[in-house]
């Protein structure tokens, strides 16, 4: 983009015609960006968010005064904007789109996780606002998957290129599911959900905006490497699992009133801190649709 400027170190980028600025806040990825006021964004800005996005793969917001309306409008000012997830309703009547998540009424993310990879067209990309907070605790932790992807050994990188996982959502969700009325979810990718049939996934994702690979497997719905055995399959997924919930691979953040966090769900997994015990804590969700993930072998992958 013509109109960006990029300081020297290119820690600090400032949106001229934005007047935007952005501050880097690892070498690798996540970025603040201050002077954005997100009740306002036209879809032009819309896209240059797209684009801070992809590039930071995390961003953060802060003093921000987002309500229900405002968020989804902000969805609609970045891609299309999902229903609230494939098997848990929305926040009400009016806000479909709106995934709340209450810790003290099991919406907790203590798990490593990127979101709903058990469909086949996970979104790609959340907006999360913090709605009520616990006086402490309560952080929310990314990763890096391109870096991680990045820094396996050769060899490894080599493998995993080659590999397909599943990705199973029965776990977190089935109970959910099973509540709904008459076993029916939300529709996603303009079906309705009756079932959580696993699916696959490449283990290696290209990002269909800029090229890179990441290390596509989570914790949350990663159930097992395809056409391996069992043992190999295990092998593996701890070996994935725990290089890329690395400390290095990592930004935290410590939530204030009025921030909101949005990540590309393409490139990076998270982690919601329950440690906040009977304090309320509620963020409020919406998810940009995505597009079905394609491995480095993919013949239509760009
Ligand atoms: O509660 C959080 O901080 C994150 C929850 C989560 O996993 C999500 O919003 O996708
Ligand atoms: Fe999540």
């Given at each position: 983009m013509t109109h960006v400027t990029t300081y020297a170190d290119d820690k600090i980028t400032t949106d001229v015609r934005n007047a935007w600025h952005t501050r880097a806040l690892t070498p690798s990825f996540a970025a603040r960006v201050d002077?954005?006021?997100?009740?306002s964004v036209t879809p032009e800005q819309g896209g240059d968010l797209r684009h801070l996005l992809a590039r930071h793969k995390v961003l953060f917001f802060s003093g921000q005064q987002l309500d229900p309306d405002s968020q989804v409008a902000l969805g609609r000012a970045l891609g299309d904007v999902t229903p609230s997830h494939p098997v848990v309703a929305g926040a009400d009547e009016q806000h479909p789109q709106i995934y709340a998540l209450d810790g003290q009424d099991g919406g907790r993310s203590d798990v490593w996780h990127t979101d709903v990879t058990f469909m086949q067209r996970p979104p790609l990309g959340s907006i999360l606002r913090a709605v009520q907070l616990p006086s402490l605790g309560g952080s929310t932790s990314w990763v890096d998957l391109e870096l991680a992807y990045a820094s396996l050994s050769p060899g490894l990188r080599a493998l995993a290129d080659k590999l397909e996982a599943e990705h199973d959502g029965s776990r977190e969700f089935a109970e959910h599911l099973a509540k709904r009325r008459g076993g029916e979810g939300n529709e996603w990718d303009g079906e309705k959900v009756r079932s959580l049939r696993p699916v696959s996934h490449p283990v290696v994702r290209v990002h269909p905006e800029t090229g890179r690979r990441s290390l596509f497997v989570n914790p949350g719905f990663t159930t097992r490497v395809l056409g391996v055995s069992d043992a190999e399959s295990r092998g593996l997924l701890d070996i994935f699992f725990a290089h890329l919930t690395k400390p290095e691979h990592m930004v935290r953040h410590a939530w204030q009133a009025g921030d909101v966090a949005m990540w590309d769900n393409r490139s990076t997994a998270h982690y919601a801190d329950?440690?906040?015990?009977?304090f309320q804590r509620i963020m409020h969700r919406i998810t940009l649709r995505g597009d079905i993930p394609r491995g480095p072998g993919a013949p239509d992958r760009g």
């Amino acid at each position: 983009m013509t109109h960006v400027t990029t300081y020297a170190d290119d820690k600090i980028t400032t949106d001229v015609r934005n007047a935007w600025h952005t501050r880097a806040l690892t070498p690798s990825f996540a970025a603040r960006v201050d002077g954005v006021d997100l009740r306002s964004v036209t879809p032009e800005q819309g896209g240059d968010l797209r684009h801070l996005l992809a590039r930071h793969k995390v961003l953060f917001f802060s003093g921000q005064q987002l309500d229900p309306d405002s968020q989804v409008a902000l969805g609609r000012a970045l891609g299309d904007v999902t229903p609230s997830h494939p098997v848990v309703a929305g926040a009400d009547e009016q806000h479909p789109q709106i995934y709340a998540l209450d810790g003290q009424d099991g919406g907790r993310s203590d798990v490593w996780h990127t979101d709903v990879t058990f469909m086949q067209r996970p979104p790609l990309g959340s907006i999360l606002r913090a709605v009520q907070l616990p006086s402490l605790g309560g952080s929310t932790s990314w990763v890096d998957l391109e870096l991680a992807y990045a820094s396996l050994s050769p060899g490894l990188r080599a493998l995993a290129d080659k590999l397909e996982a599943e990705h199973d959502g029965s776990r977190e969700f089935a109970e959910h599911l099973a509540k709904r009325r008459g076993g029916e979810g939300n529709e996603w990718d303009g079906e309705k959900v009756r079932s959580l049939r696993p699916v696959s996934h490449p283990v290696v994702r290209v990002h269909p905006e800029t090229g890179r690979r990441s290390l596509f497997v989570n914790p949350g719905f990663t159930t097992r490497v395809l056409g391996v055995s069992d043992a190999e399959s295990r092998g593996l997924l701890d070996i994935f699992f725990a290089h890329l919930t690395k400390p290095e691979h990592m930004v935290r953040h410590a939530w204030q009133a009025g921030d909101v966090a949005m990540w590309d769900n393409r490139s990076t997994a998270h982690y919601a801190d329950f440690d906040y015990g009977d304090f309320q804590r509620i963020m409020h969700r919406i998810t940009l649709r995505g597009d079905i993930p394609r491995g480095p072998g993919a013949p239509d992958r760009g």
